[in-house]
């Protein structure tokens, strides 16, 4: 029902600012929680934020301080801005789409393919 695409990611010093994007497609996409999530090496997939079609929103405590997370249904697209990023930030980015709001991944039905970020010291 929705394909996702992430994109934005890339190399940015420590403190500096990123801002991802996951462009859906599917004729259902405005009733879907989107989430973001990453997975750096070794490392579980984490939850890192989520928004609903009406925009209400949900971040985890690691990063609700430094992320936001929006979306522009008229473009099919959620946005996840990234400031004051860290070196633990460091992982591959995928959005996911759910029903509802969850932040367990096994819960998900649709990822995107993932979008590498690096944060140098």
């Known amino acids: 029902q929705v394909q996702l695409v992430e994109s934005g990611g890339g190399l940015v010093q420590a403190g500096g600012s990123l801002r991802l994007s996951c462009a859906a497609s599917g004729r259902t996409f405005s009733s879907y929680v989107i989430a973001w999530f990453r997975q750096a090496p070794g490392k579980e997939r984490e939850f890192v934020a989520a928004i609903s079609w009406s925009s209400s929103t949900d971040r985890s405590d690691s990063v609700k301080d430094r992320f936001t997370i929006s979306r522009d249904n008229a473009k099919n697209t959620v946005y996840l801005q990234m400031n004051s990023l860290k070196p633990e930030d460091t992982a591959v980015y995928y959005c996911?789409?759910?029903?509802?709001?969850?932040?367990?991944?096994?819960?998900?039905?649709?990822w995107g393919q993932g979008t590498q970020v690096t944060v140098s010291s």
């Open positions: 996911a789409a759910y029903y509802r709001f969850g932040r367990n991944p096994d819960e998900y039905d649709y």
